[in-house]
Structures are given as structure tokens and as C-alpha cells.
């Protein structure tokens, strides 16, 4: 019987990088793009299509049918999907994960993708008349009734979660016909419609004018505007002309800390749906918010990394706010970035695109020099701030108490006076990075990384923040049973109980991975800092990021030494990011900003540069000694890690690897060697980096003997991985 039907390429999710062969059955041809069950060895498994074929390697009477077709249409809107067989292929992932890594997970377990109804609950005149003689004891029955007196006789579902509630346990009200509950019809949401935007200054009103006119097509713009310069505001009136050209809109953010505020800045600005994708979210939520984009009922999706594969029914522009973040990169799994696949997104969808930041990525500043993105700047702080006065404290031989210099202290002394706030920066969590043994000299190391393991005073345990393990505090040395031990170095835990024997009067708060672990902690605190209630700040990079203080007006640098000397590459950048970044939260109203930074090398030629110099002049000069050295972005890198219960495994597979590239021109490779930490989670580590000036060259070179390597013996015995643009040696 002649075939008709096409054979089936099929991604499955399995570690290996292609598709698989199928036939149709009985079943009616499913489009490319759509979701279909296979049988997989001894398993059913979801799979998308992605491609039709004539022929197949397989023998026909070798080939299976599909068991069901799931999605009668492509799952994706084209232009996403390319992109991601694109992302696939350059970053030389196994496509199956690449769809698994960006579809909801109930798409991936092969739920329809049908949006759910949601549902409100709105209050009766039974529930209204019922509410001034409730029982004292019915608790919840007041305050849920008293909910919805207060928001116009509506309970939305998303007001739950603050009400502490469970859909079920407004049940028995609905019983006894006091609430109602209502399917919410999904309509497009009215667009554009704007509150209060600010008039913008003459460099604001550049940015947004030049940005305006690529509206419909595709551009891309780096907005550099130093702290507190009012990019956001660019970003907000910038969408509202999208907005009203009936498009929609895409924020990525780097991290979730930060979303509440920006959430709230842009729901009070537009009356239109707008969706956040944040960790707390159900299964069903999320696939919601993929859908209503996919169908043009939501207008902006607001969302770390992963929200750039939402699908759109009409993309018109994407923003990446702070571009610079690391987290864009993805570290583990499908290492894709999201900077970067936004930008072909962009042009793939004919978007304009706007990376923003304070401390623009080299990669970046060198894509303006290149002319591939527009440089927009601003230069001045928007409102009336001033730029902070920035002092290097050299501490050499000076006495430090837990780490802190009189000078510093005197300072701060002053601006408390004042009534202003300090934030008081440490990147360090933890009470001590480690605990030692006044008797013997032993360390608590952590048994399975290279590390020592991290003392957590409060909790009473050593933690080891690579890989997880925590013990409880040992009261003797494990060694010598001397009970003689004793913290060694500082954490943010003990700097701020330092503080606080410091400044017995005022209020300190430590904002850390740790103090912040609570749900709303983060909002709570950024509530008490903004209402005063709050003198002094201790904490790590969370506090660097985004955050508007206005009562903020000296920012201390405890110890940068440790970022000054490292081997990696980019540690230069980083260093100059985080702290133009630190500094740019002092000062940032109308109150002029002090950041101290103390050093035992005030000769250092960064901090040198980075206060008599401008982060521009910096990057450029950055950019300048990474050309001398052949680095990125002026070469590409491919980074092949492999790990096994010892390290002799992941060194003969990245030979065996080393061998099959050595004979591309163009192409270095060094390696093998055991990773800067080589023991993590009980894991040897070893790599192999790759390198080539010209463009292009990494993937050429690579793409062919990607399955040879894949099917190399030596890889059976180890677990591995390529990273492509590798942004982390570790
Ligand atoms: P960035 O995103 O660059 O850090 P923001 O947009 O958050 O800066 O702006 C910093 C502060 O300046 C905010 O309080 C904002 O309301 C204010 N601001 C921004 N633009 C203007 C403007 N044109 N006029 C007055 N105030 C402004
Ligand atoms: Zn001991
Ligand atoms: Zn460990």
C-alpha cells in the first residue's frame, strides 16, 4: 500500500542530541509543532514533532506508530518554535530537553492546552446582611467576608494567597449562599490605558523618541543609564506606546526579589492584564499565563529567565532589565542565555529590544561598538539626585573590629546622626566561611566539595553552600576533642552583630539568602526600609540589585580584597558591576550619597579606575585588555565538563574529546583539567575549554563530532556537558 502519510520526526525527552522516527498510524497527520504520545523503549512519552519526513534511517518495518496525537495544531507560535530548534542547535542541547526546559510542565505531561476557567467569588446581599451578627468565634468567615466589603464584593482568586486561604475553604460560605462563585470571562484587556507618568528629562525623552520609531521592527538598544537615572521610567512610557499600538510586551528581570516592586510600578501605570511569572506559582497558574500570552489576552508578561519562551500573539517589544545579570545565563541543564536568544527573538518577531543597565555586559558594549545595538545613555540621575561621593578607606595596619575600621564606623556614625539609613555590603552569608580549632588547627571542611563549610551561628550548624550539606555544630574538634572552637573570618550573620553591639540604639536588619527565606520576608523588609523603620542595612548582593531607598545615604564596602585577585577572566567586570551597583543605592533622592569601600590595596588600578573614571570609560578600557588577550566577546569559548566518583574518567572522556577536535585550524583547546573546585558533592570534576577567534568557528567546529563524542566509550562512564558562551569557570 503506497504511504502517504509522512514519517514523523519526533523530540523525545532523552539525553540525546536528535529526533526520533515514527509513523502516523491511523491516526490524522499531526502538524509540525504539535505534541504526540510515543512509546519510548518501555516507556510513553510526550514528544513534539518537528518535522516531516520522506525517508528514514530506521527500516519501515522497524518504525512504530504514534500512540495519540495530542495537539490537533502546533503547539507554538512559529517564529518561538524556530527559535527554539535554533537554540538547540547552537548550543548543542538535546532538543527534547530544550522543549521540556520551555514549556509549562503540565504541557510536558501532556495536559491540553486549554485555558482553565478562573474563578472570583463575589459577596451576596445574604453574605452582606450576614456579616454584623457573625459568631466571634467564626474567624475566617469575618475576615473573608470582611475581604470582600472592602474590594467591592469581589474575591479574586489571586487575593487567596494573601488571605491565607484555600479555594475549598470558601466552600461552606458559597453553602450558605453568602458568596457566589463566577467563571471570569477572559477577555483582551483594554490597552494603553495610563496614569501618571512623569515628565521625562531632555536624555529620557531622547531614549523613549529614538526607541518609538522601531516600533513594528526590529532594533536593538542598550539604554546605559547609571543608578537611579530612570530607566524603568524610560521602559514604562516606552510600553505604554506599544500598549496602544495593540502589541504586546515581554520583561525579563533577574530576579524575583525585585519583581513585587516593579509588578506594583507597572499595574499602578497600565489598565491592562498583567501577568507575573514568579517560583510560587501552581503548574495550572503558569500554563494560564502561557496561554492567555499565546492568545492575546494578557498585555505584559513580567518574568525571570525562563519567561522568554512565553509564546505571544503579538510580540512588540522586549525588555531586559538589567542585561548585566548573571542569571540570564542558565548554569545547568539547557545553558542557554536569555540576553541573548532576546535579542534573535527580537529580530525573528521584528521587535524592537532594549537590553538596560547601569553596568552594560562587555558583551554588549562591544555589540555598540560593533553597531549591532543602538547606544542610548543616561547620564544624569533623574529627580534631583546627585551622583555619590565615593572614598577608598585603605585599612592596612589599621585595627578592624569584626571586620570593621573606626573610620568606617565614624561615618556611619554621621549619617545616622542625620537621621539617614546605612546599607553596610558584604557578600558573604553566614556567621563565619569557616570554624577552626584553637587546639589543633583543624577546619570544618566539607567532606564531599573542596570547601570549607560555612558556620551558621543562629541555627547552630555548618553548612556547605556548594553542595547542601549541613551538620549540627560539633562542640568539640572532631580531631583532638579540645572544646576549643573558634570562627575564622566574617559573614554577614556576625557583621551584624557587630553593628548592633556597635549602634546599641539603632535598628539593624541583616537582608540575606538566609533572613529572606520566609515568603513575603523580602516585601516586609523592603516596606520597613522605605516607612524608616530601619537605621542600618547589613547584607549580600540582594541588596545591590534595583532596590530605591531614598533615606539611604552611605553605602559600606566591608571587604572587596577577595574579588580584587581571581583567576577568572571576567572577575574584572563582575567586580566593577557590583560595585557601581552598591554605590548606586546611596543618595539616591535628594540627599546627597557617601560610599566607603575599605581595601588593603587602595592602589589597586579597578578601584583607581572605577572612581576617577566613570563604569563607561572603565568598560572600554575592560574591553581593550580582553582584545589584547584574545578573550570574549572578541572569541568564542565552549566549555566540556564531565564528573565521576574519580577524576581519572572525566580526564580520559575530555581527552578522547581533546583528540577528536585537534585536528580544526583555528581551534584551541586546553585541557583537560581537574575545575577550579574538582571535588563538589562527592563529584571529580574535570574540563575541557575551547576557543576560536573567529565567529562561528566554535560551532563549525563542534557541531560535527558532537555525536561521535556522544557516543565515545569513556562517556559512559561519566556525566557531561557543553556550555556554549560559558559565563562561569566553575
Ligand atoms: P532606574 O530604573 O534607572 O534605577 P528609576 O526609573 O527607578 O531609575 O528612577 C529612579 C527614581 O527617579 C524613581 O523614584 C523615579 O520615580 C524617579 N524619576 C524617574 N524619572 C523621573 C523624571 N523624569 N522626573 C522625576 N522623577 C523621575
Ligand atoms: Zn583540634
Ligand atoms: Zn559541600
Redesign the pocket.
Known amino acids: 500500500m503506497p504511504q502517504s502519510k509522512p514519517i514523523l520526526k519526533v523530540a523525545v525527552p532523552t539525553p540525546l542530541r536528535r529526533s526520533f522516527d515514527y509513523l502516523v498510524g491511523q491516526h490524522a497527520t499531526p502538524p509540525i509543532g504539535s505534541r504526540v504520545r510515543v512509546s519510548f523503549g518501555r516507556q510513553q512519552l510526550v514528544g513534539i514533532v518537528v518535522a516531516h519526513t520522506e525517508i528514514s534511517s530506521t527500516p519501515q518495518n522497524k518504525l512504530k506508530a504514534i500512540l495519540e496525537v495530542i495537539d490537533s495544531e502546533p503547539l507554538l507560535p512559529n517564529h518561538l518554535f524556530k527559535l527554539l530548534l535554533w537554540a538547540a542547535d547552537y548550543y548543542m542541547h538535546p532538543i527534547g530537553d530544550v522543549f521540556t526546559t520551555c514549556l509549562p510542565s503540565l504541557l510536558n505531561k501532556g495536559e491540553p492546552a486549554q485555558l482553565e476557567p478562573e474563578y472570583c467569588w463575589k459577596l451576596t446581599a445574604d453574605g452582606q446582611s450576614a456579616f454584623p451578627d457573625l459568631n466571634k468565634n467564626a474567624v475566617k468567615q469575618h475576615k473573608i467576608l470582611l475581604w470582600a466589603i472592602d474590594h467591592q464584593g469581589t474575591i479574586q482568586a489571586s487575593d487567596l494567597e494573601q488571605l491565607e486561604l484555600t479555594p475549598s475553604q470558601l466552600k461552606p460560605l458559597v453553602e450558605k449562599g453568602w458568596l457566589q462563585k463566577e467563571v471570569i470571562k477572559p477577555t483582551p484587556t483594554s490597552h494603553g490605558q495610563t496614569s501618571n507618568s512623569?515628565?521625562?528629562?531632555p536624555e529620557?525623552r531622547h531614549a523613549v523618541e529614538s526607541m518609538q520609531k522601531s516600533i513594528g521592527q526590529f532594533q536593538g538598544f542598550l539604554l546605559d543609564?547609571v543608578?537611579?537615572?530612570?530607566?524603568?521610567?524610560v521602559y514604562l512610557q516606552l510600553i505604554e506606546k506599544v500598549l496602544t499600538n495593540q502589541q504586546q510586551v515581554l520583561v525579563l528581570v533577574p530576579e524575583i526579589g525585585l519583581t513585587p516592586q516593579t509588578v506594583q510600578r507597572f499595574k499602578r501605570r497600565f489598565d491592562c492584564d498583567i501577568a507575573m511569572l514568579h517560583s510560587g506559582l501552581t503548574d495550572r497558574q503558569r500554563l494560564n499565563i502561557w496561554l492567555k500570552a499565546k492568545q492575546g489576552l494578557t498585555s505584559i508578561v513580567i518574568g525571570t529567565r525562563s519567561s522568554l519562551f512565553t509564546p505571544f500573539a503579538n510580540l512588540g517589544l522586549i525588555v531586559v532589565d538589567e542585561e548585566h545579570d548573571v542569571s540570564y545565563k542558565q548554569q545547568e541543564g539547557f545553558r542557554y542565555s536569555a540576553r541573548d536568544l532576546a535579542i534573535l527573538r527580537a529580530r525573528d518577531e521584528q521587535t524592537p529590544v532594549v537590553l538596560g543597565s547601569?553596568t552594560p555586559s562587555m558583551e554588549s558594549m562591544y555589540n555598540v561598538n560593533q553597531g549591532k545595538l543602538v547606544h542610548l545613555t543616561?547620564r544624569k540621575r533623574?529627580?534631583n539626585a546627585k551622583p555619590p561621593h565615593i572614598k577608598v578607606l585603605d585599612i592596612r595596619q589599621r585595627h578592624l573590629n569584626n571586620g570593621l575600621s573606626q573610620p568606617l564606623l565614624d561615618n556611619m556614625q554621621r549619617h545616622l546622626d542625620n537621621g539617614n539609613q546605612c546599607l553596610v555590603f558584604l557578600n558573604r552569608r553566614g556567621f563565619a566561611p569557616s570554624l577552626m580549632c584553637h587546639g589543633c588547627g583543624w577546619i570544618a571542611d566539607c567532606q564531599r566539595c573542596d570547601k570549607h563549610m560555612t558556620l551558621h551561628l543562629q541555627q547552630k550548624r555548618l553548612h556547605c553552600h556548594h553542595c547542601d550539606k549541613q551538620v549540627f555544630m560539633p562542640k568539640q574538634c572532631p580531631e583532638c576533642g579540645a572544646e576549643d572552637l573558634f570562627p575564622v573570618g566574617l559573614g554577614t550573620e556576625r557583621l551584624e552583630q557587630a553593628l548592633i553591639n556597635a549602634f546599641p540604639n539603632k535598628k539593624v536588619v541583616r537582608i540575606d539568602r538566609d533572613s529572606t527565606r520566609r515568603k513575603q520576608a523580602m516585601q516586609d523588609y523592603v516596606t520597613a526600609i522605605k516607612n524608616n523603620e530601619v537605621d542600618i542595612l547589613v547584607g549580600t548582593q540582594m541588596l545591590a540589585k534595583?532596590h530605591?531607598f531614598p533615606n539611604l545615604t552611605m553605602v559600606a564596602v566591608v571587604d572587596i580584597d577577595g574579588c580584587l585577585f581571581s583567576a577568572d577572566f571576567r572577575a574584572t567586570e563582575r567586580t566593577a558591576q557590583l560595585l557601581t551597583q552598591v554605590a548606586g543605592r546611596a543618595g539616591?533622592a535628594d540627599q546627597p550619597g557617601e560610599v566607603v569601600i575599605q581595601t588593603h590595596h587602595p592602589e589597586h588600578p579597578l578601584l583607581l579606575n572605577l572612581f576617577t573614571q566613570d563604569y563607561q570609560s572603565l568598560s572600554q578600557q575592560i574591553l581593550a585588555e580582553r582584545e589584547a588577550g584574545m578573550l570574549p566577546p572578541y572569541a568564542s569559548m565552549a566549555l566540556f565538563r564531565a564528573e565521576a566518583t574519580t577524576l581519572q574518567y572525566p580526564m580520559q572522556f575530555l581527552k578522547d574529546v581533546s583528540q577528536s577536535l585537534h585536528q580544526i585550524t583555528g581551534l584551541d583547546c586546553f585541557g583537560p583539567f581537574p575545575a577550579p573546585m574538582a571535588k563538589r558533592a562527592g563529584k571529580m570534576r574535570a574540563q575541557l575549554l575551547c576557543q576560536a577567534q573567529q565567529r562561528g568557528l566554535i560551532q563549525r567546529a563542534l557541531k560535527p563530532v558532537i555525536s561521535n563524542i556522544e557516543q565515545l566509550p569513556s562517556a559512559r562512564k561519566v556525566r557531561w556537558s557543553i556550555d556554549i558562551d560559558p559565563q562561569d569557570p566553575f
Open positions: 512623569l515628565d521625562l528629562n529620557q543609564g543608578t537611579g537615572s530612570g530607566k524603568t521610567e547601569a543616561l533623574a529627580a534595583g530605591h539616591r
